[in-house]
């Protein structure tokens, strides 16, 4: 006697038997069911028979695709993506009335037949022909869970979804065979809450889990009755009986699923009248899909995440491995982004930058010594509107960032002196600085070759007033230009793009720094990121550590995945790194930097304005945090920031330390109140004495009070200066040696953090 598998149904062997000779018998029995006209087309059972035994019995059933969660570093909720939102349960998961639905309306006799119905065969090859169509079909509920694997494994390729769809013989005997398989393998309660899980219920929801949430806001396992019947009608036809836009449509299907639950006897048909009888109420919850929704401003460090992971081979060894894994989902993702250090970031953006202004701002945090990104957001929000980007103004191209990211002006001079300090330089070091020179020439370059100036191309300071010669830690707090044109042709510009390079910082559009000495005044065009990581190198004490958003990923199965780790170098000496900081410190107490300064711990930084103010910057760090504050236009079309309104405030000039340096302080403040103060290792740096200038000037002495310096401040050291910057002077009759144009009311120039005021020939693009 034949032996019997649980859950009722002959073996695989007894159902290829039986479905051989009834395809004999009946000849192309399938074509009768799924196309009509089959047998006018020459599909004879004997070549049917031949392509059944061809077929390989074994059935890949790829993993679901399910929703991925992305979290931040304390478990709180970031943003749900998917390909296709579904959350995969156990039958024990899901209400026994939705069970029985299903059962009845798809395949009733489900539990009493194989992987083939051969009654329901002959009846609907009987029905068919007298009605002379497709009027009714036969398909076991374990054929139709064999075809949404199909389904499933095409993804989103059109193509491959229309060839597992097609109404084809050839698809049907193909099912067949896979779903003799599935029964043999699974059995039935397991067919039913694979083919639960697997289905689509309209509304983006795949999966009976999400169809209850989507309609109902509950979980499957709460359905009630005339519940149930609702989402098993609509398997049918999800857009013809969405009961979202049709509730009669779906009402009335919903009562045909009752109805025939109480035909089989599976409820009583009181149970079926009482149900029927209720209206549809649902409650609905809405699709909440993508980046787009992240809360507190972090739908682009979302996008970030994704781009990463799409990106490490890590994650796989090509593209299409990766988004294979990606698209399938069922991740749990916990990143670093820190919730203080987020809200800090907008904040302190808010308060300053507007949505709807004619330029953006964007801030990103990094963790000195991890590499860990903790803050990352910016004025315009992720989205499609108006005032709306998905571009990334934080990070590179490749990352989701924009083309070619954004001038960063005088904050690349630390990068110069520390590459000078690294050749052994003293950081007592001074050059002549005059207010206008010829970039110096020949240079040396990387490749043995050297740079020449053959234009005899120019480079000034911000104000006439500003001639040397200056100290390194004087050139350093007034941003002079000609200062670090000399540095870098000292050295040679292969140190500094080589120290760069090893900084992580490389052009937002991929490609490294190029050889010419305006770069030493910030010629190149990077993304905040790269800046805020760099400037973490010195917080770091010269050890550089890769940016990394992940912390852990857990897969649907909950097993660990391997995550990209922060890679940490030492690629500075521990004694450049202190100069640097002690250099950095200044600026932020008595240079350009002054108004970013934080009073209750050590800070460090530096400010870069470009030509026409299209670009403003404010780069700094304390010992446990550093972070980068970009402002400008973020399309193709550059504003230049001059007698513009930003944030409901007037700036008759924007500079370095007048906006992006208080954005840097509410950001960092914010996020570091609470958290353990530290201190910097600084070092003694002499300074040189200083001599007479043949125009009656003298270094050392106070520095000017610009517009973007705090009022109070100053202290002169001697000499007299003809000059008025716009600044406030406190005490005696010194107005700086700024030499602005404000005349006392506050719009004086920004000394020495901007550029040459002339077209850069040497890179080809404006001077910093």
Same mark, same amino acid.
């Given at each position: ?54 077929i ?6 790829p ?8 979290? %931040?570093? &304390?478990?709180?909720?970031? $943003?749900?993506?998917? /390909?296709?939102? *579904? !959350? #995969?349960?156990? =039958? ?13 309306i ?9 992987a ?23 398909s ?16 989103? %390729?059109? &193509?491959?979804?229309?060839? $597992?769809?097609?109404? /084809?013989?050839? *698809? !049907? #005997?193909?099912? =067949? ?39 109902f ?11 149930s ?12 009986? %969405? ?34 009888a ?74 300053r ?46 990352l ?53 100036n ?43 793009t ?12 991929g ?60 690629v ?54 550093a ?17 513009i ?81 716009g ?42």
């Open positions: 006697m034949a032996k019997k598998r649980s859950g009722g149904g002959l073996t695989g062997t007894q159902q290829a038997a039986k479905f051989l000779g009834v395809a004999v018998l009946s000849g192309v029995v399938l074509a009768g069911i799924a196309l009509p006209g089959a047998g006018a087309l020459g599909l004879a059972a004997k070549g049917t028979v031949e392509g059944f035994d061809e390989p019995a074994n059935l890949k059933t993993p679901l695709s399910q929703r991925t969660t992305i979290l %931040d570093a &304390e478990g709180g909720l970031i $943003a749900t993506v998917y /390909s296709r939102d *579904r !959350k #995969v349960v156990p =039958l024990t998961a899901i209400s026994p009335y939705m069970q029985k639905a299903i059962v009845a798809e395949d009733s006799r489900f539990y009493e037949h194989g083939i119905d051969l009654k329901g065969i002959l009846r609907a090859v009987n029905r068919n022909a007298q009605e002379g169509g497709a009027a009714q079909g036969a076991t509920l374990t054929q139709q869970y064999v075809k949404n694997v199909f389904v499933e494994e095409a993804g989103d %390729d059109p &193509e491959k979804v229309a060839q $597992a769809q097609e109404k /084809s013989l050839g *698809r !049907k #005997v193909r099912e =067949l065979k896979y779903a003799i398989q599935v029964e043999e393998e699974l059995g039935k309660k397991k067919i039913l809450e694979n083919y639960l899980n697997i289905t689509f219920f309209g509304q983006q929801a795949y999966g009976i889990e999400s169809a209850a949430q989507r309609y806001s509950k979980p499957a396992r709460d359905l009630t009755l005339d519940e019947a609702l989402l098993a009608g609509i398997v049918q036809s999800p857009s013809r009986y %969405d009961p979202v836009n049709d509730t009669e449509e779906a009402a009335q299907r919903r009562n045909i699923v009752l109805q025939r639950m109480a035909d089989i006897r599976y409820i009583s048909q009181a149970e079926a009248d009482e149900a029927k209720k209206p549809i109420k649902l409650k609905v919850t809405r699709p909440r899909n993508g980046c787009i929704t992240a809360g507190s401003g972090a739908g682009f460090f979302c996008d970030y995440v994704r781009a990463v992971f799409l990106s490490d081979p890590v994650f796989g060894k090509t593209k299409e491995d990766r988004a294979k894994i990606w698209n399938r989902g069922g991740l749990t993702i916990r990143t670093t982004l820190d919730p203080q250090s987020q809200d800090a970031v907008n904040d302190s953006i808010k308060k930058v507007y949505q709807d202004d004619k330029v953006a701002a964007a801030v990103t945090l990094v963790q000195p010594g991890t590499g860990r990104i903790l803050g990352m957001g910016q004025s315009k929000p992720y989205g499609f509107g108006t005032n709306e980007t998905q571009i990334n103004f934080s990070v590179d191209k490749a989701g960032g924009s083309n070619f990211g954004f001038q960063i002006g005088s904050t690349f001079k630390p990068i110069v002196a520390a590459a000078a300090l690294e050749q052994g330089m003293a950081p007592s070091k001074t050059y002549r600085s005059p207010y206008r020179m010829e970039y110096p020439s020949p240079v040396q370059l990387c490749n043995g070759k050297q740079w020449i053959t234009e005899g191309t120019p480079v000034t300071n911000e104000t006439k007033s500003e001639v040397g010669p200056y100290s390194l830690r004087k050139a350093m707090e007034k941003s002079i230009n000609t200062y670090f044109v000399e540095m870098i042709s000292e050295i040679g510009v292969c140190p500094v080589d120290l760069a390079a090893k900084l992580g910082v490389i052009e937002a559009s490609k490294r720094l190029k050889q010419v000495p305006s770069i030493a005044l910030g010629t190149g065009e990077m993304s905040p990121l790269t800046m805020a990581n760099a400037y973490a190198t010195f917080a770091n004490r010269g050890t550089y550590c890769s940016p990394v958003a992940i912390e852990s990923i857990t897969n649907a199965q909950g097993k660990a995945m391997r995550v990209p780790k922060s890679k940490c170098e030492q500075m000496s521990e004694r450049t790194a202190d100069t640097i900081n002690t250099l950095l410190r200044g600026v932020v107490d008595s240079g350009t930097g002054e108004r970013a300064g934080l009073s209750d711990r050590d800070s460090a930084g530096k400010t870069g304005t470009t030509d026409e103010r299209k670009n403003a910057w404010f780069v700094g760090y304390t010992p446990n945090m972070g980068a504050v970009w402002v400008g236009a973020g399309g193709l079309k550059k504003v230049p920031m001059e007698d309104t930003i944030g409901g405030q007037y700036y008759p000039k924007v500079f370095g330390g007048g906006l992006p340096g208080p954005i840097w302080k509410g950001a960092v403040s914010g996020a570091l109140e609470g958290r353990e103060v530290q201190s910097f290792v600084t070092v003694g740096i002499p300074e040189p004495v200083q001599t007479p200038q043949p125009d009656g000037n003298k270094n050392g002495r106070k520095r000017s009070d610009r517009d973007d310096a705090k009022p109070g401040r100053r202290t002169s050291t001697g000499g007299t200066s003809t000059g008025t910057d600044g406030r002077s406190v005490g005696g009759t010194d107005n700086g040696n700024g030499g602005g144009n404000g005349n006392g009311n506050g719009n004086g120039a920004v000394g020495g953090d901007f550029g040459t005021g002339l077209p850069d020939v040497i890179g080809g693009v404006e001077g910093p």
